[in-house]
């Protein structure tokens, strides 16, 4: 069974950081490409940043200059870094793996969590 499980979340002061880990049991790990995603109450869920097989990183504008992703394919985790954190970085975040996998494309998602910058 695959458990992708996220630890690090908390509350933090604005400019504060936070470093989020996401664990999984996945098989063949460093196949998968890995991402962050977060959402907001009463809003949808967004990407965050992925990072790729080959490390190659992509970031939302609002995480740009900010946020750091990498991967640890001995561990099987993924890190999402994030400093200078604001108000509207609150959300619950979610770690998510993806791969195409014999004409299919497997997805899993972790259970989430809170991040919560606030004063």
């Known amino acids: 069974q695959v458990q992708l499980v996220e630890s690090g979340g908390g509350l933090v002061q604005p400019g504060g950081s936070l470093r989020l880990s996401c664990s999984a049991s996945l098989a063949a790990f460093s196949m998968y490409t890995m991402g962050w995603y977060r959402q907001a109450p009463g809003k949808e869920r967004e990407l965050v940043a992925y990072?790729?097989?080959?490390?190659?990183?992509n970031y939302a504008d609002s995480a740009k200059g900010r946020f750091t992703i990498s991967r640890d394919n001995a561990k099987n985790t993924v890190y999402l870094q994030m400093n200078s954190l604001k108000p509207e970085d609150t959300a619950v975040y979610y770690c998510?793996?993806?791969?195409?996998?014999?004409?299919?494309?497997?997805?899993?998602w972790g259970q989430g969590t809170q991040v919560t910058v606030s004063s």
């Open positions: 998510n793996a993806e791969r195409q996998f014999g004409g299919t494309t497997l997805k899993y």
């Open positions: 990072i790729t097989t080959s490390s190659f990183t």
